[in-house]
């Protein structure tokens, strides 16, 4: 397969287990944004550097000395030029002990050496699709090796310790991400950590020599250079991404907010691995595979430009859409395929062309949330006691105010596209049926359920896709209406309007479907609000950052599909301290300035240059979750 096709719309976005596959740019803006920031340039220690052949010599010197000699190696701009595998080593501050965090490495491997085709990083996507390939590799050579084991005496404290080297571990989505990447001038970028070796806290100088020397160079030769790799698996990875890529800048013009291939695998293989579901025998029971197949009436087609062929699946359209269907036919499958669709996959992978609006964000109700100044008013007012709702504030957030708040959150970052599972939603901010509102007057109840309000979103030009399987209100207002069936997939739209028209009608959502939706207040967040109050920040899980003494959970947000773009969203908070007093900055406003920052300078414009592998490049979307969660008092004030 070659090259060829068109350059591709978008941006490129960022597996686990064996194999490689695992399991517009804008300036910086004004003084006044995030850009400034610059508290947390790296501490670049030593700055030593010269010949391979004057490190392997340094190590050697160096040799049974106390671990702090180590910095002597330290090199983060001078770098130690190895001439012979044709690539510089740069090596950031050396940890200070060997239980410490590994160091952190970079080597650039210069273009003519590295000799990848001009045209498999021409632009964004390809680019980012190279640097995710490259990853790939990288990680599983490191492990093929043994690279990646340490060396331990399990309660020996003299006995030898570090001496492996690491590199972020891919997912099934291709991210723009920091541990592989393609400069503009087409050097290879490598970034990953080295546990520099020690028996106890003596340096094994001979160890690191072995890694620096033997380990690393075979490395870079199995997985940098483009001669060691075979070219049509390179090339079918750049290509069947750009495609997908394709695919998604062409949903709007077609009318679509996603697409689902014919072919398509849904089902992963479980809760906890992302791989695809395989046909098994299980228990003595075969675990047969249904393939996704489009309906002939929703079926569209698109001609990829790269590979040459007519892809053909389902189209769902703007609009509101249900997905119904009796529990475990599918109907959650379908959705969670959706809700990661905005990302790229891996060849492989069974989504690779499950493609969401880039948008599209899903929606939730989450018991306990941190709320902080939220017009909730469109779906919740007359609270008791007087508690108002145009401004509302909570630390412990209800079922219902907390999914009004998610929704509302959503549409002031620019959402188009909500998807909802009912089952992860609270029950009374979904629906509300004629007799409830028979025996308990409106004027008592302060919810307006999502039921009577999602007509009119949808007239605003906000698409819902909305999985039900309890209740047939919802077909009162669909425009399309899907089943899943035993994992197959029909247009049942005709039949649910047929059974909306012959019963009693619900007059209550008529009535609510003809109101305007309400207004969504922009908020501007308070910078001072954002600092660690004791300066320190970890980011424990995908879905746990300890920022300063509050923990902030965001379990909520599940399109976030890696620990790396946790890492990025925790540095993306910590840019907020900028931000000045007073400042009139939306939440909008600042987050779309650091997502032009991101465009133009990459995801270095976070780490500062920190030589730091470990980030992905997170949607606005859930930056700004992050920051809406975080419990700290005065984060937000609504402009006026």
Partial sequence: MSYRGGRGRGRGRGGRGGGYYGGSSGGRGSREGPQSFDSSKPRTGGDNGGSHSDLVELLRRI??????????????????????????????????????KPTRCRVIVKGDTAKFPPVSHQNKVRSVALGDYLNRVFYQSCKDMGADVKAREA????????????????????????????LPNG???????????????????????????????????????????????????????????????????????????????????????DRPMNDTVKDGENSKLVRFHS?????????????????????????????????????????????????????????????????????????????????????????????????????DASGSTSQATNIMEALEMGAKTLLIDEDTCATNFMIRDDKMMELVHKDKEPITPFLYKVKTLSKQGISVI???????????????????????????????????????TNNGALAASRASFGNVTPRCPVGTAFNPNNGKITVRTKALIAYGDVELDLSGLEQIVSKEQTNSIALALQRLT????????????????????????????????????????????????????LRVNGSFVQLK
């Avoid at 309660?155 to 393609?182: F, L, Y």
């Avoid at 649910?496 to 012959?502: H, T, V, Y």
């Avoid at 997502?595 to 606005?620: C, I, K, M, V, Y």
């Fill in 466 to 504: 909305l999985v039900v399987g309890s209740c047939g209100d919802f077909f009162d207002v669909a425009d399309t209406t899907i089943l899943m069936d035993s994992y197959s997939c029909y247009d049942v739209t005709t039949r649910a309007k047929q059974i909306a028209s012959s019963r009693a």
């Fill in 295 to 395: 309906p002939d009436t929703l079926r569209v087609s698109f001609d990829l430009p790269n590979m040459g062929k007519t892809l053909a699946g389902i189209g769902i359209r703007k609009g509101i859409t249900l997905i119904v269907g009796g529990g475990f036919h599918g109907k959650s499958t379908l959705l969670s395929a959706l809700q990661v669709g905005m990302y790229n996959k891996i060849p492989g992978d069974g989504r690779e062309f499950c493609v969401c609006s880039s948008t599209a964000v899903k929606i939730r109700s989450e018991d306990g949330r941190n709320v902080s100044e939220v017009n909730i008013s469109p779906f919740i007012s007359n609270l008791p006691f007087g508690k108002k709702t145009d401004c509302f504030a909570s630390p």
């Fill in 155 to 182: 309660g020996n404290w003299n006995g030898p310790k570090g001496g492996d080297i690491e590199i972020s571990r891919p997912t099934q989505h291709v991210i723009e991400q920091s541990a592989v990447r393609i």
């Fill in 578 to 629: 900028a931000l000045e007093t007073g400042s009139k900055m939306t939440i909008f406003q600042v987050l779309t300035q650091l997502n032009a920052l991101l465009d133009h300078e990459g995801l270095e414009a976070l780490s500062n240059g920190q030589f730091d592998g470990s980030l992905a490049r997170p949607r606005t979307f859930e930056i700004a979750g992050a920051i809406n969660r």
């Fill in 63 to 100: 040799d049974g000395k106390q671990y702090p000699a180590y910095h002597d190696i330290e090199s983060s701009t001078r770098g130690w030029v190895n001439d012979i595998e044709g690539y510089t080593l740069y090596i950031g501050r050396a940890q200070g002990d060997p239980y410490a």
């Fill in 187 to 273: 050097d290879i970028c490598a970034q990953f950590t080295v546990n520099l070796p020690a028996r106890g806290r003596s340096i094994l100088g001979y160890k690191a020599v072995q890694i620096f020397d033997q380990t690393l160079p075979q490395l870079v030769q199995k997985s940098l250079i483009y001669t060691s790799l075979d070219a049509n698996v390179v090339t079918r990875h750049v290509l069947n991404v750009e495609d997908q890529e394709w695919v998604r800048s062409n949903l709007e013009i077609r009318g679509l907010v996603a697409f689902v291939p014919d072919g398509a695998i849904l089902p992963r293989m479980s809760g906890a691995d």
